[in-house]
């Protein structure tokens, strides 16, 4: 989830205070060594104030890289 880091640097935020307001570890998170759900997906695009499909963005699936594909 580099983008959430990118969304916290560009606020100067550190994980701490992120942390402190979400009470999510955003550390496990930004590193993805830490699965989320979709209401932790939610807490963090509405502390963010962005959409959730921006986060999804320029994402390439194994299915989007299928050459059989119609």
Do not use: W
């Amino acid at each position: 989830m580099g983008r959430l880091k990118e969304y916290r640097q560009a606020r100067n935020l550190t994980q701490e205070t992120v942390s402190d307001h979400t009470r999510l570890n955003v550390g496990r998170i930004e590193t993805g060594r830490h699965d989320i759900s979709l209401s932790t997906l939610a807490i963090l695009c509405d502390y963010y104030d962005v959409p959730p499909g921006e986060l999804f963005q320029d994402i390439v699936t194994h299915s989007s890289c299928r050459e059989d594909r119609p």
